[in-house]
């Protein structure tokens, strides 16, 4: 079992930077590929950032490509996700997901098995 934990979510104005951190519970955080999904109300989640398990490779989706960044620490079990020039459609709920079965970074959220709560991302002025 991993239990995730989202944090560092807020209200932000355009332009603003924020820095969401996800702790990890589990032996092996290390072996699993860390994803980040965010769902804006009446809309489906979608993927925004990915990890490897040494970090060594990343994955985007175009619309942060350049602004957002995704790191991992797997000595303190947590994956961050970097977020600059923050605009009005990144407003959302953004989930931090595990992905403990595939080799390869994967980007549909029905492959990660594990979940945190959400955080809430508000880009407004």
């Known amino acids: 079992q991993v239990q995730l934990v989202e944090s560092g979510g807020g209200l932000v104005q355009p332009g603003d930077s924020l820095r969401l951190s996800c702790a990890a519970s589990g032996r092996i955080f290390s072996s699993y590929i860390m994803g980040w999904f965010r769902q804006a109300p009446g809309k489906e989640r979608e993927f925004v950032a990915a990890?490897?398990?040494?970090?060594?490779?990343?994955d985007y989706a175009d619309s942060v490509k350049g602004r957002f960044t995704i790191s991992r620490d797997n000595a303190k079990n947590t994956v961050y996700l970097q977020m600059n020039s923050l605009k009005p459609e990144d407003t959302a709920v953004y989930y931090c997901a595990a992905d403990q079965t595939s080799l390869r970074i994967v980007t549909i959220p029905q492959r990660y098995g594990y979940w945190g709560q959400g955080t809430q991302v508000t880009v407004s002025s």
């Open positions: 990890i490897s398990w040494t970090g060594g490779r990343t």
